[in-house]
């Protein structure tokens, strides 16, 4: 079973954790509190899941700074930015860097619910994606080379015959391996196999 989603909340005010704390646990989510981004970075690992709010100005690291170092290390979790100092520039900067929302306080109680509640299902969302992938990769990395060549001709709609000609291969060795990949790939229909081969080749194309 999968570990609850926790709303990690980053903040040098003690006062604003104690009211971040008190609302967001009001609509059952798990909290984490912590009053630097160091003692966040410490204390946060990436099989976590959930979303981050960081204030922007705090001593030592700033919430920007933070958000920017969990980029450069391809750690994607959400990240909800506030501050009380908010500017355009400043509001670029998290954005561009990944933030998904960007909150000048003072704030209501529905805006900050509503962005930490649509960041944790961004967040669970991105994981489901990921773990699609993965199971993905692994029916892929099942294949040989040979039939992942058949396979890139069969899905092109390409009939048996034609492809044993670009091949330079018996018809009836591109029957086994056609078998051979139906199988692997653990489809019942050629329909399935056309839809793993596009589904992988738009997470390829995102990636681009």
């Not at 506030?82 to 998904?100: E, F, T």
Request: proline residues 4%; hydrophobic residues 45%.
């Amino acid at each position: 079973m999968e570990p609850e989603p926790t709303v990690f909340l980053v903040d040098d005010d003690p006062a604003m954790l104690d009211s971040l704390r008190w609302l967001v646990e009001s609509i059952g989510l798990r909290v984490e509190v912590f009053t630097s981004a160091a003692a966040f970075l410490a204390a946060y690992t990436t099989d976590r899941h959930g979303c981050l709010v960081v204030d922007v100005r705090m001593p030592g690291m700033s919430g920007l700074e933070l958000q920017e170092q969990l980029v450069a290390e391809r750690v994607t979790i959400p990240t909800v930015v506030i501050s009380g100092h908010g500017d355009v520039p400043i509001a670029v900067r998290a954005m561009r860097a990944g933030a998904v929302d960007f909150i000048e306080k003072p704030f209501s109680d529905h805006v900050i619910l509503d962005r930490i509640q649509a960041a944790v299902k961004k967040d669970q969302t991105l994981r489901e994606l990921r773990l699609r992938r993965m199971k993905l990769e692994e029916l892929f990395a099942r294949l040989t080379p040979r039939e992942s060549e058949v396979m890139g001709h069969v899905v092109q709609g390409k009939p048996n015959k034609e492809v044993a000609a670009v091949l330079n291969r018996s018809e009836k060795t591109v029957e086994f391996h056609r078998a051979q990949v139906m199988r692997k790939m653990d489809v019942a229909s050629f329909a399935e196999l056309v839809r793993l081969v596009h589904e992988r080749n738009a997470f390829e194309e995102a990636d681009a």
